[in-house]
């Protein structure tokens, strides 16, 4: 089942569920206002099929605005969790190639903060390239929604937008290199009710277009993750609380050639096969 936060012709914004032809119900009329209680609900599927979709207003996909599905969680990212991630960061970087070499193989995995709900970027919004990099790159990666008590409830898209450059002069900018305006983009909606098995035979792919041309492409697997979604959300809710829940990114297996940068007017698209696409502009920021 999928949910998203939408704009309605009023410009309020709102829950829906897509539908199989493409359209979104409005959950305004059954009581639904907020992502955040359904999320808490282990049984929201239940009460999502129990509402008769005949009592809910549609409007064709096509028509409507979609918001980043994110209220107030944060965003949390997991990095070097597929093996192309961790060789592609030691041959940026002399500097630090033992840490990526280091992370890939430990116990505990590298998490960093990603970006406050109200700063992330929906799809069709722009993601930005910040303006004195000079090496910078979309990360496609599955992410987790999770409940308040750090449990996996649904699925969405993510691009870790990174200055490849600035994390590889010194692993100590990697906050500069990885939170800056627009440097996450979620969406396009949420997947609910999908086990990780399930999850783990999905595709992930991404292109990206300069003058309407593909420049490049790449895919991987969900499968590829070397931890289990468990083991990332375990360490990530360890001496902390998310009240509001949170969303983690799970880490990217897709990288560009070195050669590549993006540049403004650029598009990113990502398909992960059992949630859909997010697509974005690049701005420089
Ligand atoms: O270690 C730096 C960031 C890694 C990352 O973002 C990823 O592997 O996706
Ligand atoms: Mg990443």
Redesign the pocket.
């Known amino acids: 089942m999928k949910l998203c936060r939408f704009k309605d012709p009023k410009g309020d914004v709102r829950i829906g569920l897509i539908t199989e032809d493409s359209a979104v119900l409005d959950l305004t009329s059954a009581g639904i206002s907020q992502l955040h209680p359904l999320l808490e609900n282990e049984d929201a599927l239940e009460q999502l099929n129990r509402i008769p979709r005949d009592t809910l207003s549609g409007l064709p996909l096509s028509e409507v605005r979609l918001c980043a599905p994110v209220e107030r969680q944060e965003v949390w990212?997991?990095?070097?969790?597929?093996l192309r991630?961790k060789t592609a960061?030691m041959e940026e970087s002399d500097f630090s190639a033992t840490a990526?070499d280091r992370?890939y193989a430990a116990e505990r995995p590298?998490l960093?903060f990603k970006a406050l709900a109200e700063k992330v970027a929906a799809a069709g919004e722009p993601v930005g390239i910040r303006g004195d990099a000079r090496w910078s790159v979309p990360?496609p990666?599955l992410a987790l929604v999770l409940n308040s008590r750090g449990k996996v409830v649904g699925y969405t898209i993510g691009n870790?937008m990174?200055s490849r450059d600035i994390?590889g002069e010194n692993l100590l900018y990697?906050p500069q290199a990885?939170i800056y305006e627009r440097s996450c983009a979620l969406g396009p909606w949420i997947v609910l009710g999908a086990p990780e098995e399930t999850v783990r035979g999905w595709s992930i792919r991404l292109e990206i277009r300069r003058g309407g041309k593909p420049i490049f492409t790449g895919e991987t697997s969900v499968a590829q993750i070397k931890r289990s979604f468990e083991e990332l959300a375990g360490y990530l809710f360890r001496s902390q609380q998310f009240p509001h829940g949170a969303v983690l990114?799970t880490?990217?297996g897709v990288i560009p050639p070195d050669d590549f940068t993006l540049q403004p007017d650029d598009t990113t698209e990502i398909t992960i096969s059992g949630i859909g696409v997010l697509k974005n502009s690049v701005v420089v920021v």
């Open positions: 990212a997991a990095g070097v969790t597929y991630s960061r990526y992370v590298e960093f990360e990666e870790d990174s994390e990697l990885k990114l880490g990217t």
